[in-house]
């Protein structure tokens, strides 16, 4: 029986120790692999061969190792920090911490010297990228090492770190490095490896790295927290010239006697053999984008008729602005939503959401759009064109399309080239309302240029439709935020697609859009938070927005708004 036991007993510790060794390998490796992690650049180009792990790497790992096939008897923590672990992330926190002007003018210097080692030679590069990584590893072991090791020790390795930088500084952009930075990589090489010998204790390292993940994953959610809050700002605030430009356009409208407001041609505004297009905005500027190009495109502009709704605040200046910059030869006609007597009486603020404070999910002339035959009731097509849209080529050709009996004609995500979108992103197939009657994978469409058919529109009662469905939504959860998601229900299988070179989407949020396929599209769309009139907007795509302003105008000037 003891001979039984003493077998179990041994078993016992030799599972006990290759327990042990595994989890000694792992957190070594797991050391390796985050000394040897390259930064953000990639370490070889097409056509370069990859570059060499630095040789105190290979120190690392093989004490390490050395350290595996020791029996020591210690015991390795899990996942979880240990409250030494956070005492360590406190030490490590206040290493990282840098003020906001410091830790951007350290982003522009780390800019401009990958500008000048990208203009390097192949093998310079890698000798530039090799001293980084002997940067990296002789912090790294600053951080560690400092409480233990010698004076001399960590005084040596600060005054190799200064050459090892001043040596990159200088060889940045060069064509080959010269004998004394070699000379320099090579005495750094020697002081990582007394460092090394010094403090060899992988536990203790793979401890330290755990406080410092543990820091940067909670410093990185803290930026992009930060980063999401101040792109809302940045949407939600109108910029100072368009403030200065609507109260300017608002007090000349005031001043002006009530004939002076009114816009000629308003009898030919309802006849139906012309092409009406419809806009619903509140911002002065960006329909006078849409309206400006959408006439230096058109063939005819003379059968064009543009009907803007906007808010009452904004209706002033939005009148006062085409009083003085008319859209000839095209006719305009602007309304207020409180002209539309016929809308519920919470309908501006119905849309409110808790949480939700993005204006382009709780406008309510966004939603006006589902009550397109109300608001044109003698009308039989309208195009719907969103404010942040350019027209590049002639529309005219949506009045002759065949509608197949369909309610509207727009671009489908999914055979644009950019079709990530189906049904089941938008809406919640989870509640028996929706998975009953809809296809998870149905292909959604975009809103931003729709032609609409309001004679099959009527005859079908969508308007009826939204509202059933809005006033569900309002019960329970089923979509998220803003008008796309219940369009996609109200005019599902009531979408006829069009070709992909009508509508360009994604010019507010995608900066990789091609330069050809921007010019071949009849209407280019900055969907997105980048609008073309922020400062945030993307510089290489403004110029297709900028070109339908003039910017010599007397008001924008005056207001200090420029290219």
């Known amino acids: 029986m003891r001979a039984a036991g003493g077998g179990a007993a041994g078993r016992k510790e030799v599972t006990a120790l290759w327990m042990w060794l595994l989890l000694m390998a792992t957190a070594c490796g797991f050391v390796f692999l985050l000394l040897n992690l390259p930064d953000h650049r990639s370490r070889s180009g097409p056509g370069e061969p990859p570059a060499q792990p630095n040789p105190s790497f290979v120190l690392v790992v093989r004490d390490c190792c050395w350290l595996n096939r020791t029996w020591r008897g210690e015991q390795t923590g899990g996942p979880q920090l240990s409250a030494k672990d956070k005492l360590q992330i406190g030490d490590v926190t206040k290493l990282n911490v840098l003020p906001d002007e410091i830790e951007g003018h350290a982003d522009e210097i780390a800019a401009e010297e990958d500008e000048r080692i990208s203009r390097s030679p192949p093998s310079t590069k890698e000798k530039i990228w090799m001293m980084q990584d002997q940067l990296i590893m002789a912090r790294a072991y600053l951080q560690f090492a400092s409480s233990h090791g010698s004076a001399h020790l960590i005084r040596e390795l600060k005054m190799r770190m200064k050459e090892i930088e001043r040596a990159i500084s200088h060889s940045s952009g060069a064509s080959r490095l010269s004998g004394s930075v070699l000379q320099k990589m090579k005495a750094m090489e020697l002081a990582l490896s007394k460092t090394q010998r010094a403090y060899p204790h992988c536990s203790?390292?793979?401890?330290?790295?755990?406080?410092m993940i543990y820091n940067s994953e909670e410093l990185v959610r803290a930026h992009q927290s930060e980063s999401s809050f101040l792109e809302q700002v940045a949407v939600r605030t109108l910029p100072k010239g368009h403030h200065c430009l609507a109260m300017r356009l608002t007090s000349e409208y005031?001043?002006?006697?009530?004939?002076?407001r009114e816009f000629p041609k308003r009898s030919s505004m309802l006849m139906d053999d012309f092409h009406h297009y419809a806009i619903f905005s509140d911002n002065v500027l960006a329909s006078a984008v849409v309206i400006n190009s959408t006439i230096a495109a058109s063939k005819d502009p003379k059968r064009i008729v543009f009907h803007i709704v906007t808010d009452s605040l904004s209706f002033p200046a939005m009148t006062m602005w085409f009083l003085t910059n008319p859209p000839s030869p095209a006719t305009i006609h602007i309304k207020s939503l409180d002209e539309l007597k016929w809308l519920p009486a919470d309908f501006s603020s119905r849309f409110k959401q808790k949480g939700i404070r993005d204006p382009r999910y709780t406008s309510a002339l966004n939603h006006l759009r589902f009550y397109l035959p109300e608001v044109f009731p003698s009308l039989s097509k309208v195009l719907l064109l969103d404010h942040d849209v350019v027209v590049q080529k002639d529309l005219s050709r949506f009045w002759e399309l065949d509608m197949k009996s369909k309610v509207n004609g727009a671009l489908e995500t999914c055979s644009s080239g950019k079709g990530y979108h189906q049904l089941d992103n938008l809406v919640n197939f989870s509640d028996p309302s929706i998975i009953n009657k809809f296809e998870a994978k149905a292909c959604i469409f975009a809103f931003g240029m729709n032609i609409f058919d309001l004679k099959e529109w009527r005859s079908k009662g969508l308007s009826a439709t939204y509202d059933k469905w809005f006033q569900a939504g309002k019960r329970r959860r089923l979509w998220k935020a803003g008008s796309l998601p219940v369009g996609q229900l109200v005019f599902y299988?009531?979408?006829v697609p069009l070709d992909h070179r009508w509508h360009v989407l994604g010019l507010g949020r995608n900066s990789n859009t091609r330069r050809d396929e921007i010019e071949s599209a009849a209407v280019i769309h900055y969907s997105g938070n980048l609008k073309p009139?922020?400062?945030?907007?993307?510089?290489?795509?403004?110029?297709?927005?900028?070109?339908?302003l003039n910017y010599d105008n007397t008001y924008l000037q005056q207001c200090n708004i420029h290219r």
């Open 493 to 495: 299988n009531q979408t």
């Open 204 to 211: 203790h390292i793979s401890s330290k790295l755990r406080a």
């Open 254 to 260: 005031f001043s002006l006697d009530p004939k002076e």
């Open 533 to 548: 009139w922020l400062e945030i907007s993307i510089p290489k795509y403004r110029d297709y927005w900028n070109r339908y």
